[in-house]
């Protein structure tokens, strides 16, 4: 049986393994991942198959929000200065860990 995932706004992240085989009998085979792309908001909306329903206490939306981390450059502990002609050590940090890798 085939499960489908849809986003609202697609520019904010790609979904993965949509649509995703569900064998009869079975409780979960497949995973459907998000991948985040920008900055931004969007619905991933679950599909009720044709012959199935959704029960009323199960949610069938959910709300992505993708915030872009925050970028550090410090050098002795203070801001970098640039111009021309600078050149000093310094330290670069992310506000966020990488996404984990996929197979």
């Not at 995932?5 to 085989?21: E, F, H, I």
Request: glycine residues 10%; charged residues 0%; neutral net charge.
């Amino acid at each position: 049986m085939p499960v489908s995932v849809t986003s609202t706004n697609p520019n904010v992240g790609t979904l993965t393994g949509s649509p995703a085989s569900i064998a009869v009998g079975t409780y979960y085979t497949q995973a459907i991942g998000f991948v985040p792309a920008t900055a931004g908001t969007t619905n991933l909306n679950l599909a009720t198959p044709a012959g199935y329903f959704t029960p009323a206490n199960q949610p069938v939306q959910l709300v992505a929000t993708v915030a872009a981390p925050a970028i550090n450059i410090q050098v002795n502990g203070s801001s970098l200065i640039v111009g021309n002609n600078l050149l000093s050590n310094g330290n670069l940090s992310l506000g966020g860990a990488p996404p984990p890798m996929r197979p």
